[in-house]
T-cell receptor, first 113, second 113 residues
């Protein structure tokens, strides 16, 4: 079964540092998403990406965040200057259409110290 | 977007059938009902989706009454590995708005031996 893969599985970074979280969506999918889940909290939408541009973003996705699809397979989330409150699980997801089920990756646990 | 209400937690024993009910009194005509499952430290996984009456797949059944103000996810003969959080999502375009998924708190199902 095809799957979304994310790397690294766990990243520890110092406050103020930049981090890049990587995702390889399912190969024939066209819609890509990032979600995050702070420990014990709900899964929260960050951003959706289609046709090489952001199609929607939440209020969480401020200027510190950016997404990129640098080549035909990877989809990255960059946090420019991490804060303690950015510590969370970050999930990448993809779907072949905005109306169909989204497939989620296993997540990257980001710990900001 | 229709608000959903689910029990915070449920307990069951192996081999039993589990029914998790979700209330969505303000469901709109175009809204679909979608259920996701999430294991600890993993991304959500699509279980089932429906619009009305009954939908069944290899994992679960989804019962939707005629007024569509609630829905019931039915898991037959649960096992310990079904212990997870179950989310009910309601929205247009098959449970999402522009591909965005809105997760609530979900229902923590614990299956005991």
């Amino acid at each position: 079964e095809p799957e979304v893969t994310q790397t690294p599985s766990h990243q520890v970074t110092q406050m103020g540092q930049e981090v890049i979280l990587r995702c390889v969506p399912i190969s024939n999918h066209l819609y890509f998403y990032w979600y995050r889940q702070i420990l014990g909290q709900k899964v929260e939408f960050l951003v959706s990406f289609y046709n090489n541009e952001i199609s929607e973003k939440s209020e969480i996705f401020d200027d510190q965040f950016s997404v990129e699809r640098p080549d035909g397979s990877n989809f990255t989330l960059k946090i420019r200057s991490t804060k303690l409150e950015d510590s969370a699980m970050y999930f990448c997801a993809s779907s072949d259409d905005k109306n169909t089920e989204a497939f989620f990756g296993q997540g990257t646990r980001l710990t900001v110290v | 977007l229709a608000k959903t209400t689910q029990p915070i937690s449920m307990d069951s024993y192996e081999g039993q059938e589990v029914n998790i009910t979700c209330s969505h009194n303000n469901i709109a005509t175009n809204d679909y009902i979608t259920w996701y499952q999430q294991f600890p430290s993993q991304g959500p996984r699509f279980i089932i989706q429906g619009y009305k009456t009954k939908v069944t797949n290899e994992v679960a059944s989804l019962f939707i009454p005629a007024d569509r103000k609630s829905s019931t996810l039915s898991l037959p003969r649960v096992s310990l590995s079904d212990t997870a959080v179950y989310y009910c999502l309601v929205g247009d375009d098959r449970g999402s708005t522009l591909g965005r998924l809105y997760f609530g708190r979900g229902t923590q199902l614990t299956v005991w031996p």
